[in-house]
């Protein structure tokens, strides 16, 4: 099931009730009623049939195609993969809500293991196409009907230079089950069952309550809960490192084969983006450490009395921020309001998602941890995993996942084969969520100190979302080239991870014995990896975006709702182009941090 992973892990520390109010769960019903529905058995068996015909009728044949005939095979392309999806979204949803079930686990594996067989036969597909001759390929295209389908087909025979022969590509197909989606599996069941047992605290917690404690009002609690992931990971880190040493070798050995020149380039690839432009990201990023990470966490010690922040003074809340708890009902007006101001169309598409059942909210033994915004497919819609606890940033989560969803609903009549947005796009709509949220509390601040605290708040926000993740990439990059060298140890992955994070988060902190083990548990690094240069594209690309708006770009709402709707059928240059924005130009990336930079000039400025 391919997901959107959102936000850094945050934590919980309770169920549904707890003076939060009635917490939505699931209804998955629109997808299938239950294991057992005679319309899941009856999507598998039209599976089985519709990929083996599919294959008769067209492998070997699709050069020969015109553009009719191949428009018509596109489309029971994209059918097949619709129902594939819907199947594999019922049961990858539901093995989230509880990811330590067996049963759900192995229904989720074997429909992993019938799907897998059943499009094996497919696989013909890509790599046939890929060979049609460029002449006859741009000829296709020219028709009205394909050429809609142009960005799509191009991403495809982007991978023209990197494809195996049709008997290698069926091999990785069939052995994908056991290669990195069983490490995948492993990873997350393992994270799900361990338990930490905190000083203080009446009974081992989950990884997500004991994450949450790192940002508890209370030091005391903060550092014992920090203290208690690094023994618990390091008691793990052996498996946690042999999972990272599996996956980044499996990685290399296809690399190698498909020729590609990086660890990263397949990502690029994907994501439709070029490689000067994520370097250039990645170059602003990590020349603004200074300005942004390293003098924001100076500040920040000064305003908690203290000569240097540990590891668990970093999400702390500040020392004159009000703790209090913000039920259901009050982050859902919160966030209808603010995307109602912005855009009424927009906020109404958010209803449904609060009263049919496309949100679970709480907290479950099991449950996986962090958000996730989930399209499903592409006639049904998406699905949004919150663990929702009552924190002010719980409500800023929810305004990004509910970003993803509107995006998802927006594109979805593109269709299977384009509605999936670049993961270098994928991020606009959700952090553009969080922005018009907090710019909507910032003008209800009734004082200076309200305003310092929201400003604050948005400030880390943007550092973990800007900076963390640049840091997280960096250690991806070194960790992959280093695997090439051979297997890395513990020590040595240890190592990696602490080189970045120095660098990224500045002279303010000192590192407590443990926390070089805390790559253990960031899910990107396993499920996706170097996904998390998205987040600071997203960040960055919204920064932008929202300078355009508040100076006034004419039509705004109805430019960013058509570049919602589009989806993945244009590439980020056309998409930014009535924005006047290209991110591709070095310089853009500067206006983004700036306004990070800007906001951290007003805390300054406000003292303490």
């Known amino acids: 099931m391919t997901r959107t992973l959102c936000r850094p892990l945050r934590d919980a520390n309770a169920t549904a009730g707890g003076g939060l109010g009635n917490l939505p769960d699931w209804d998955l019903s629109d997808l299938y009623s239950g294991e057992d529905a005679p319309e899941l058995a009856r999507d598998m068996d039209w599976l089985k049939a519709e990929c083996a015909a599919f294959a008769a009728d067209y492998e070997g044949r699709l050069a020969g195609l015109d553009a009719a005939a191949m428009l018509a095979c596109i489309h029971r392309h994209e059918?097949?993969?619709?129902?594939?999806?819907?199947?594999?979204?019922?049961?990858?949803?539901?093995?989230?809500?509880?990811?330590?079930?067996?049963?759900?686990?192995?229904?989720?594996?074997?429909?992993?293991?019938?799907?897998?067989?059943?499009?094996?036969?497919?696989?013909?597909?890509?790599?046939?196409?890929?060979?049609?001759?460029?002449?006859a390929y741009q000829a296709l295209v020219a028709d009205a009907g394909l050429a809609r389908y142009r960005v799509a087909l191009d991403r495809m025979r982007a991978m023209r230079p990197h494809q195996l022969s049709d008997e290698l590509e069926r091999f990785l197909h069939d052995q994908s089950v056991v290669g990195a989606s069983a490490w995948n599996r492993l990873f997350d069941e393992t994270m799900a069952g361990l338990e930490f047992t905190v000083a203080g605290e009446d009974a081992p917690l989950s990884l997500e309550s004991t994450l949450n404690l790192l940002s508890d009002p209370d030091r005391a609690r903060r550092e014992a809960g920090a203290r208690a992931l690094a023994e618990v990971f390091g008691r793990n880190i052996k498996l946690f490192a042999r999972v990272h040493n599996t996956l980044a070798k499996e990685k290399a050995v296809e690399d190698k084969w498909r020729k590609m020149p990086t660890p990263q380039a397949g990502r690029h690839l994907a994501n439709h983006v070029e490689p000067e432009v994520v370097e250039a990201l990645r170059n602003a990023v990590v020349a603004a450490y200074p300005k942004l990470s390293h003098r924001y966490y100076r500040l920040k010690a000064k305003w908690m009395g203290l000569d240097k922040l540990q590891v668990w003074d970093r999400n702390a809340p500040l020392p004159t921020e009000e703790v209090r708890t913000v039920g259901w009902d009050e982050a859902r007006a919160t966030v209808s309001g603010a995307y109602r101001a912005f855009s009424p169309a927009l906020a109404d598409l958010l209803v449904p998602f609060f009263e049919r059942g496309w949100i679970d909210a709480g907290v479950k033994p099991g449950k996986a941890p962090g958000a996730f915004a989930h399209p499903t497919v592409t006639d049904v819609h998406p699905y949004i995993m919150l663990n929702y606890l009552g924190k002010p940033r719980d409500v800023m989560t929810l305004a990004h996942e509910l970003g993803h969803g509107v995006h998802q609903v927006l594109a979805a009549p593109q269709g299977e084969m384009l509605a999936n947005t670049p993961l270098t796009l994928a991020e606009t709509a959700s952090v553009f969520g969080e922005m018009l949220t907090f710019r909507a509390l910032l003008a209800k601040a009734k004082d200076a100190g309200e305003r310092k605290t929201l400003l604050a708040g948005k400030v880390e926000d943007m550092i973990n979302t800007v900076v963390r993740q640049i840091a997280f990439y960096d250690f991806e990059c070194k960790l992959h080239a280093a695997r090439m060298a051979g297997e890395l140890t513990p020590e040595d992955i240890n190592t990696l991870w602490m080189s970045v994070q120095g660098e990224s988060l500045g002279d303010a902190f000192e590192f407590m014995d443990g926390y070089e083990t805390f790559w253990s548990y960031i899910p990107h690094f396993v499920h996706t990896p170097f996904y998390v240069y998205a987040y600071a594209f997203g960040d960055g690309l919204v920064n932008a975006l929202y300078a355009a708006y508040e100076e006034g770009l004419p039509d705004f709402?109805?430019?960013?709702?058509?570049?919602?709707?589009?989806g993945g059928s244009r590439h980020h240059k056309d998409l930014l182009a009535p924005f006047g924005l290209d991110a591709s130009d070095p310089k853009f990336w500067d206006k983004g941090l700036s306004m990070i930079s800007g906001m951290i000039d007003e805390l300054e400025k406000i003292g303490d």
């Open 79 to 135: 059918r097949i993969e619709q129902v594939a999806g819907r199947v594999m979204s019922f049961a990858g949803l539901r093995y989230y809500q509880s990811t330590t079930d067996g049963g759900r686990a192995k229904f989720m594996s074997d429909c992993q293991d019938r799907i897998t067989d059943f499009t094996t036969p497919l696989v013909f597909f890509s790599l046939e196409f890929n060979r049609i001759e460029e002449a």
């Open 557 to 566: 709402q109805a430019k960013y709702l058509d570049m919602l709707k589009a």
